[in-house]
């Protein structure tokens, strides 16, 4: 049972994306189609949604670049180190068919593997 002062799922969903759109409002949004368009493709806009297709070739890096809301499904994962804004860096193993979910975000990713990574991102704008 949910604590009685939850709110619903529903009002706290638009809470949620309230926050992620101020988020972005406050953020130097670059996106990643127009300043990295060798490893990402647009495939389908509709409003205030995306779908973007994400390449990245073994031992190559994107341009750093932002996403809104996002959740991505890896179709082929990968090994790689991801360059967040304030200069720090994580490394992953990228599993295929991982899913994630993130809030808006500054970021280059460099295949550290030998694999190429693909991914297909939902963005909300």
Do not use: Q
């Amino acid at each position: 049972l949910a604590p009685s002062n939850a709110l619903p799922y529903g009002e706290l969903f638009t809470k949620e994306i309230e926050r992620g759109l101020e988020r972005r409002r406050t953020m130097d949004y670059k996106d990643p189609i127009k300043v990295s368009p060798s490893n990402y493709k647009l495939l389908l806009e509709d409003g205030d949604y995306r779908l973007v297709e994400m390449w990245l070739p073994a031992g190559t890096s994107d341009i750093e670049h932002s996403h809104p809301n996002e959740m991505v499904y890896f179709i082929k994962g990968g090994k790689a180190r991801i360059h967040l804004s304030d200069g720090k860096s994580v490394e992953l193993d990228i599993p295929d068919g991982h899913c994630m979910k993130h809030e808006p975000w500054t970021h280059r990713v460099e295949n550290i593997g030998t694999t190429d990574i693909k991914a297909i991102l939902f963005e909300r704008m």
